[in-house]
């Protein structure tokens, strides 16, 4: 029984004072050979579940982190002086969901071309790392996220990413046919087999709805133009 609280001792120690998350084989270097951890760092997992620290586990290595309902507590405000661009979001969406990666992929799927300088802020944030070459033409080298990229936005592992329906439900995706959602940006449009109404989806006179918005000179010009012969 000793020897169990003494194990669970160092493995507080060890992890308290790593400053980063520590495997199993890293952790099994300080025991004796036949020493199984799994069971300990659930124990001492489920020790801290409601303490101000919690233990995770990010992919296959354990590490203390601040409990989420600590967070409002601890959040410092500070200027950042470099931010994400909508380019760099874009770009770590489609590695996450897309790895392993090449720059062509992510050029294909945003359907721009992506700046040297995009990878390169995602690579010095830490949230993206090389994966390898792919075995084609030229070798292209390939991106994945990294470890402190699960460790940022507390997953556990890639299958916890969100989603079609999460991100639906979330309002991040728009199921809506195009021409219904654009209503929410202006007047909902109404076709119809004589033409388009903004409003109400009933056809209108042309000409009224001219000379009600840019005056009857403009509207006696459609007039004459539409009825010349093509």
Do not use: C
Not at 155 to 166: A, I, K, N, Q
């Amino acid at each position: 029984m000793e020897t169990r609280f003494d194990d669970l001792r160092l493995l507080e120690a060890l992890l308290f004072a790593s400053t980063e998350p520590l495997s199993v084989e890293q952790l099994a270097r300080h025991f004796q050979k036949d020493r199984d951890l799994k069971p300990l760092l659930e124990e001492l997992k489920s020790y801290y579940e409601n303490r101000g620290v919690n233990l995770i586990k990010v992919e296959d290595k354990w590490a203390f982190r601040t409990a989420p309902d600590m967070a409002p507590l601890l959040r410092v405000e500070q200027n950042q002086s470099k931010q994400l661009t909508r380019a760099g979001v874009e770009t770590l969406a489609i590695i996450a969901y897309h790895q392993p990666v090449t720059r062509a992929e992510i050029e294909e799927i945003r359907g721009v071309s992506l700046s040297k300088g995009t990878l390169d802020t995602l690579l010095e944030i830490g949230w993206v790392k090389p994966k390898g070459r792919r075995r084609t033409p030229g070798r292209p080298v390939t991106w994945a996220t990294s470890q402190s990229f699960l460790d940022n936005f507390a997953l556990e592992s890639l299958d916890d990413l969100p989603g079609f329906d999460e991100l639906k439900i979330a309002g991040l995706l728009d199921a809506r046919p195009a021409i219904t959602a654009l209503g929410d940006h202006g007047d909902l449009l109404s076709v119809s087999g004589d033409g388009v109404d903004l409003e109400t989806g009933d056809e209108e006179d042309s000409d009224d709805r001219l000379s009600s918005e840019f005056g009857e000179d403009l509207a006696d010009e459609e007039s004459e133009q539409s009825s010349l012969p093509v």
